[in-house]
């Protein structure tokens, strides 16, 4: 089941970075000699203790999450892989790309102007927030193996950006529920054909063959 509309493309990023400085001191060694007799006196300042040093936050190799945004009815992907993180949003009118950091179970993405989302992994489960366009929702999102996951698939025609993107998510008695959109340049076009069983395999966008990729396929090209 797939579920497309207006959307709004969100996209953003933050990257992070700090340092550390370690300083000693040193004094000189001093000595005096004289013909009746020799002495000699070293001095030497203790040097300050280093600086403690912050532990290196945790990071989780790799975790793919989906689930239902709550009160909206949409669907929620956040991924992570050695501490970056990605993410998406889409309910069938309105879509957000969301990129970030993962570090010790915690996620901060950010999106196109005010977008937001935060979660806490842990339990098998991504449990958050996200707001978009004044909006703000709740989310509970369960790990997912493939073919459950994010989706993404992007070419240039005619001198126009082709993009796709889209969540595939179980149903708990079987079968997928699947909501995405796709756009040539700023005009929305039809996402069809994606087969829920095999989200890689070649879909067509707008007369255009078009081959999607993973969560793994992609995740750099947003960083």
Do not use: H
């Amino acid at each position: 089941m797939s579920r497309l509309g207006p959307v709004i493309t969100l996209a953003a990023g933050a990257v992070l970075a700090a340092g550390l400085g370690v300083a000693s001191v040193t004094a000189t060694p001093t000595s005096t000699t004289n013909e009746y007799a020799t002495a000699e006196t070293t001095t030497s300042a203790t040097p300050p203790a280093p600086t403690p040093t912050k532990a290196k936050p945790k990071t989780i190799e790799k975790a793919d999450y989906a689930g239902y945004v709550t009160g909206n009815g949409g669907l929620i992907a956040v991924s992570v892989r050695n501490g970056k993180a990605i993410g998406y949003f889409c309910d069938g009118r309105t879509e957000a790309w969301f990129k970030g950091t993962e570090a010790d179970g915690k996620v901060a993405l950010a999106g196109f102007g005010d977008a937001r989302a935060k979660a806490t992994l842990g339990g098998g489960k991504a449990r958050g927030w996200l707001a978009v366009s004044g909006k703000r929702w709740n989310f509970t999102a369960a790990t997912v193996v493939k073919p459950s996951g994010l989706y993404r698939a992007t070419t240039f025609v005619r001198g126009a950006k082709l993009r796709a993107g889209w969540i595939v998510l179980a149903k708990p008695r079987g079968g997928f529920y699947q909501v995405g959109a796709a756009f040539e340049g700023n005009r929305q076009i039809k996402l069809t054909n994606v087969n829920d069983e095999r989200p890689t395999d070649p879909v067509t966008l707008d007369q255009t063959t078009v081959y999607p990729k993973d969560v793994d396929g992609f995740i750099q090209e947003m960083q």
